[in-house]
């Protein structure tokens, strides 16, 4: 039951060595490669002759003389006996090298020496720690890609564990700035990535899309009257191409689409001075990981604002822990509502103001069963605490951003006819931008409503 | 697990750490590569890991079975044990990765004559790696078959079957190839790493930069509404999706052989340029040479080869190719593919052997230059309107991209860009860049301090990572 011998056990094979003029058969290699020996060549050697060069130059892949048998389909060399090495064309050029570089008499070991050279050929334990540097380093660089895309993954467990791996590995990252290697690395590449001298706050993003005139400082009178005749909660002034209504849009990553679409949609009549503040990977239940009624409690208070439109869940269905430090670890849990509830109603609560109207946006409908389920569950969780809290105005995109009955879709027909509108990216969970154009479509009316003068292009 | 991602990093460094601490005590060696390998298997779908043992068990005991009867002098009993061998292999491959297609024919073909067949009652799902498990499955039943290698032990032909870097994307090799590997000692002081890190740096490029950015950008949109597009623009498309498959195909070989050889396993170069070709032959000689040589042994000489006459070497042409359209898709447009690429070798060979009558009675042939370039562009021509056919939806689908690119001079350009151009076109030169132009580079690199290779590693890993795309799923075109 023993095995065939193999036909070659050697490390690598050698073949013929490469023709002369052929690219590769560069002189200049030849110091090169000694100087990195340490050795310099001792003497130029003349160009060889090899016979045959111009035919196998003149056809590629050795000919078709060869396939007399059998060898239609593929090379009769190829795949037997460990053949065709994968450095085999470095080796032929190699061998030449070293004939020229020690007179054609050194012993293997030098041989080894360069085929270990240029193979990198390193103790095992050397590569290993070579392997594990960069990819701790990697992992550091790019712990914002990480993070994303784990979130972008269905939730579950895999999710979870994904999450609460790339978190800390994120949270170290952006200790030690080196996450803005990555933005760097995508400014490079023409991608979205932030360019570098842009400071990126967090772990998201935060923009302000000003209108004509700057925002009048936090704690001055609102425009449109003094504080004495301000408007009661949840109803605005009517904001003016001097004074724009100061809006806030937060939350976590789906704002991202809805945020640009808002700004996009509303900037030739200037009537909101926007701040769009999304960050991946948050959302009510987590504040360990991102503290979201301290940031908006900053946003709002940098910002005056006066209009905020929120949209949190996208990330929420997942553990959570209550006051007492009791961790609850899924949705379905009896204790999970009531405590996700409290936020809420917290939230809610901590941004009302007068004169200040809150704009609260459900998740659209997901594509996988159980993350739609939870969703569900997350929606009707701000629908109810909404419901007592006059100041707060629901938004549910679920017929805009779907199938009829809230179902999900990911195309949508188009208002005019025409070509259906893709609204969701393939993950089944992120908007595209038509996507963030309709939503924003539905926020805008409800924020002309309100303020009593149409604030959309 | 795919290649491209964390997880696999982590499981690799785990491997690796293992495999060299291991490797001078074989038996644990091995144990414990299974057991790697059958996590690796485990993690693509929990059911392949008993399709797998399954598959070695069968394999093995019907080989050895074989082995003894051709040793007693049975010699047709022994074929039909290699024959039950590769009726089980494919059975087991037809039943998991073809069992929507033969549905959806049959519900096709019996709605047609106005019958309505109920809804399936499986639903398999296909284990990614099944079809390469298969190629290794049946190979090595057959060579014991044929008296080329002696049977191996059950623990060595599992290891064989599902050694995890082959797992997804090959490269397919030989019974006697890999487990007289299995049995040597390399040295843990010479492990090659700047060749697999180089091999594994241009695989995700490859797969993970170039595929997916083409597919995005070009293909996809191309092909998704090919009535929109001019007939340039969809022979663009096609150049594309030819640069695509290719970067997406080899570049995942490429990692599979440099995470190999990080563990002293050497596996065959899978790819070579097969966009250099000057014929069909040559092409099929460079593109995915294992699996295609694979086809010559196992299918073309089984059914005769070019033994028996120029027309049954033809026919026996087509239908290797057509089988081997079938192993790379279970569809109909894939097995045109296949037949496609067979009727082109087989006018190939017509032609050719016109042209060499034409030499012998001394007629003049073109410049070897002229030559040498029409026959190039008709070979990649032929090879992208075949790729036509394999990415469309359907075969109605295919004929209609191929219609406008003939016939429609007028329409959206759109995914004709600036950027597209060069990097088809880049990556169609990148074809004549050969190992021996990076050997400089390499030496480089390998006299560098350990922290600065991690650095630079950790460097491309990052570019890789910003100019790849956001969700790791970019091998969707890859049909098994």
Redesign the interface.
């Known amino acids: 039951m023993a095995p065939t011998p193999p036909t070659d056990t050697g490390t690598h094979r050698r073949t013929e060595p490469i023709p002369e003029g052929w690219p590769g058969n560069d002189p200049t290699l030849r110091d090169e490669v000694a100087a990195l020996r340490g050795r310099r060549r001792r003497s130029p050697a003349p160009p060889e002759a090899h016979a045959g060069d111009e035919a196998d130059l003149d056809r590629p892949g050795g000919g078709e003389d060869r396939h007399d048998h059998d060898d239609d389909v593929a090379d009769p060399s190829a795949g037997r006996g460990r053949p065709d090495r994968r450095h085999e064309d470095a080796h032929g050029d190699q061998e030449r090298l070293r004939h020229e570089d020690d007179g054609g008499d050194d012993g293997g070991d030098r041989d080894d020496a360069y085929d270990d050279l240029v193979a990198g050929a390193q103790p095992a334990g050397r590569v290993l720690v070579v392997m594990v540097v960069a990819l701790l380093l990697a992992m550091l660089v790019n712990a914002d890609a990480l993070v994303e895309r784990a979130e972008n993954r269905p939730p579950g467990a895999q999710r979870d564990r994904a999450l609460a791996i790339w978190h800390p590995v994120q949270d170290v990252s952006h200790v030690l700035q080196l996450h803005r290697l990555r933005d760097l690395a995508e400014w490079a590449a023409g991608g979205d990535g932030e360019a570098p001298p842009a400071p990126a706050p967090g772990r998201g993003s935060r923009a302000r899309a000003a209108a004509d005139s700057e925002p009048a400082p936090p704690g001055e009178a609102a425009p449109g009257g003094d504080r004495d005749d301000a408007p009661a909660d949840g109803e605005l002034r009517t904001p003016t191409a001097d004074e724009p209504l100061r809006v806030v849009v937060a939350g976590d990553f789906m704002v991202q689409a809805l945020g640009e679409a808002l700004v996009g949609g509303s900037e030739e009549r200037g009537l909101l001075d926007t701040l769009v503040h999304y960050e991946s990977a948050s959302g009510l239940t987590r504040s360990d990981y991102y503290d979201w009624p301290e940031a908006l409690a900053r946003d709002v208070d940098e910002h005056d604002a006066e209009v905020l439109v929120v949209m949190f869940g996208a990330n929420d269905g997942q553990g959570i822990t209550l006051a007492d430090r009791t961790p609850v670890p899924t949705v379905d849990d009896p204790r999970w509502l009531p405590e996700y509830r409290r936020r809420v109603a917290s939230l809610m609560d901590q941004l009302r103001a007068p004169g200040r109207a809150v704009v609260w946006v459900t998740q659209p409908p997901m594509r996988n069963p159980s993350f739609a389920a939870a969703v569900r569950t997350i929606n009707e969780a701000f629908i109810e605490e909404a419901a007592d809290r006059p100041w707060v105005t629901v938004v549910e995109p679920g017929d805009l951003i779907g199938a009829e009955g809230g179902v999900y879709a990911e195309n949508v027909p188009a208002a005019g006819g025409g070509d259906p509108v893709v609204v969701r990216q393939p993950d089944g969970i992120h908007l595209t931008p038509a996507g963030g154009d309709l939503l924003a479509t539905r926020v805008l009316a409800v924020i002309g409503e309100a303020a009593g003068v149409d604030v959309a292009d | 697990m795919q290649f491209p991602t964390?997880a696999y990093?982590?499981f690799f460094?785990a491997a690796?750490?293992v495999n060299?601490l291991l490797r001078p005590h074989h038996l644990v060696w091995r144990a414990t590569m299974i057991a790697f390998s059958l996590y690796f298997c485990g993690w693509i779908d929990v059911r392949f890991v008993i399709v797998a043992v399954g598959m070695a068990v069968a394999n093995g005991v019907l080989a050895?079975a074989a082995h003894r009867a051709r040793h007693d002098g049975r010699e047709r009993a022994g074929s039909r044990l290699v024959a039950l061998a590769v009726a089980v292999d494919v059975v087991v491959l037809g039943v998991f990765a073809y069992h929507d297609f033969f549905l959806d024919s049959v519900t096709g073909a019996l709605s047609g004559i106005g019958l309505s067949p109920g809804e399936p009652a499986l639903d398999l799902v296909v284990p990614v790696g099944l079809s390469f498990l298969t190629l290794y499955a049946i190979g090595y039943v057959v060579d014991v078959g044929r008296g080329?290698?002696?049977?191996?032990?059950i623990a060595?032909l599992l290891l064989y079957l599902t050694f995890f870097p082959h797992l997804i994307a090959g490269p397919?090799?030989?019974?006697?190839?890999l487990?007289?590997?299995f049995?040597?000692r390399?040295d843990?002081?010479?492990?090659?790493?700047?060749?697999?890190?180089a091999?594994i740096a241009v695989g995700l490029v490859k797969a993970v930069v170039v595929a997916s950015w083409l597919g995005r950008e070009v293909v996809d949109p191309a092909f998704a509404d090919p009535g929109a597009a001019s007939g340039p623009a969809l022979a663009f498309a096609a150049c594309a999706f030819a640069v695509q498959v290719y970067a997406g195909f080899s570049g995942l070989a490429d990692i599979a052989?440099g995470s190999a050889?990080?563990l002293g396993i050497?596996y065959?170069?899978a790819f070579?340029?097969p966009y250099?070709?000057?014929?069909l032959?040559?092409f099929?000689?460079?593109w995915n040479?294992?699996v295609?040589?694979?086809?010559?042994?196992y299918v073309?000489?089984t059914l005769g080869?070019?033994?028996r006459g120029r027309a049954l070497?033809y026919r026996n042409?087509l239908v290797?190719?057509a089988i081997?359209g079938l192993w790379y898709g279970a569809g109909w447009t894939f097995l045109a593919w296949g037949v496609l690429h067979g009727v082109f070798?087989v006018a190939e060979?017509v032609a050719?052997a016109r042209a060499e009558r034409r030499a012998d009675r001394g007629a003049a042939g073109l410049p070897?230059w002229l030559a040498?370039g029409l026959r190039w562009a008709l070979t990649f021509g032929l090879v992208c309107g075949a790729w036509v056919v394999y990415r469309a939806d359907s075969l109605a689908a295919a004929g209609e991209v191929l219609g406008r690119i003939v016939t429609a001079a007028s329409g959206s350009s759109a995914v004709v860009t600036t950027p597209a151009i060069l990097v088809v076109v880049g990556a169609l030169a990148c074809q004549?860049?050969?190992?021996?132009?990076?050997?400089?580079v390499?030496?480089?690199?390998?006299?560098l301090r350990?922290?600065a290779?991690?650095?630079l590693?950790?460097a491309g890993?990052?570019?890789i990572?910003?100019?790849g795309p956001?969700?790791?799923a970019p091998f969707a075109y890859l049909p098994f």
């Open positions: 964390a990093a982590v460094l690796f750490t060299w050895s080329d290698v002696e049977p191996v032990g060595d397919v090799v030989r019974v006697d190839e487990v007289p590997q049995h040597e390399p843990p002081r010479r492990v090659p790493a700047t060749d697999a890190f091999l052989v050889l990080l050497e065959p170069r070579d340029a250099r070709s000057l014929s032959r040559e099929w000689v460079r040479t294992t295609s040589s694979w086809m010559r042994d073309y000489v080869g070019n033994r070497l042409l290797t190719m081997g070798l060979r050719a070897w040498g004549l860049v050969s190992d021996h132009h990076t050997v400089a390499r030496a480089r690199f390998s006299a350990p922290v290779q991690a650095a590693l950790a890993l990052t570019l990572g910003a100019l956001d969700t790791p």
